[in-house]
T-cell receptor
Framework: KNQVEQSPQSLIILEGKNCTLQ??????????LRWYKQDTGRGPVSLTIMTFSENTKSNGRYTATLDADTKQSSLHITASQLSDSASYIC????????????FGRGTSLIVHP | GAGVSQTPSNKVTEKGKYVELRCDPI?????LYWYRQSLGQGPEFLIYFQGTGAADDSGLPNDRFFAVRPEGSVSTLKIQRTERGDSAVYLC??????????????FGPGTRLTVL
């Protein structure tokens, strides 16, 4: 069964600090991996996408890494801001003509001033 | 252009009632997805449309749930005989529908359904 596991479930950090969120997946065949940011009361918004051949992708202060061999990804947030407070969801797209991605449960990040 | 819109933003209903949730996708997007999200969980897939047809409805929990997309644009998710367990945020997403899972899905703000 395709699964995406995220850790930690929740995280509290101080403004200006860095943090790293983890994602492990068992989706096969693999097509791509996205990180989404979901603000409270809003729909998810894509931050990064990586395919099998990519091992890092940056979007401003967000940097995602992918190790397709170990089936792990991380999202690193640098110099956190209050607006980074949100849920971060790891989503894995399967290959082989699959249109339905597998979602993780998300990591809830709270940035305190 | 406008993003994905969903109406209503909030819906409160009584157990046993019928509800309809509407999704307006991004113009030109042929693929449309419905998801259900409970508090503290990731979105749970319900149904996927490619054009007017439901290409995959394997996520619909039971026959009380039904969705249509008659003209390949706006979609309506219909829930009959609502139960308290149906309470959740219902998210709609659309994508270009180029044919593979690499398409970015653009999400609407969701409809928060509360069944009393």
């Amino acid at each position: 069964k395709n699964q995406v596991e995220q850790s930690p479930q929740s995280l509290i950090i101080l403004e200006g600090k860095n943090c790293t969120l983890q994602c492990n997946y068992t989706v096969s065949p693999f097509s791509n991996l996205r990180w989404y940011k979901q603000d409270t009361g809003r729909g998810p918004v894509s931050l990064t996408i990586m395919t099998f051949s990519e091992n890092t992708k940056s979007n401003g202060r967000y940097t995602a890494t992918l190790d397709a061999d170990t089936k792990q990804s991380s999202l690193h947030i640098t110099a956190s801001q209050l607006s980074d407070s949100a849920s971060y969801i790891c989503v894995v797209g399967g290959g082989g003509g699959s249109y339905i991605p597998t979602f993780g449960r998300g990591t809830s990040l709270i940035v305190h001033p | 252009g406008a993003g994905v819109s969903q109406t209503p933003s909030n819906k409160v209903t009584e157990k046993g009632k019928y509800v309809e949730l509407r999704c307006d996708p991004i113009s030109g997007h042929t693929a449309l997805y419905w998801y259900r999200q409970s508090l503290g969980q990731g979105p749970e897939f319900l149904i996927y449309f490619q054009g007017t047809g439901a290409a995959d409805d394997s996520g619909l929990p039971n026959d009380r749930f039904f969705a249509v997309r008659p003209e390949g644009s706006v979609s309506t998710l219909k829930i009959q005989r609502t139960e308290r367990g149906d309470s959740a945020v219902y998210l709609c997403a659309s994508s270009l529908g180029s044919g593979q899972g690499v398409d970015e899905q653009f999400f609407g703000p969701g409809t928060r359904l509360t069944v009393l």
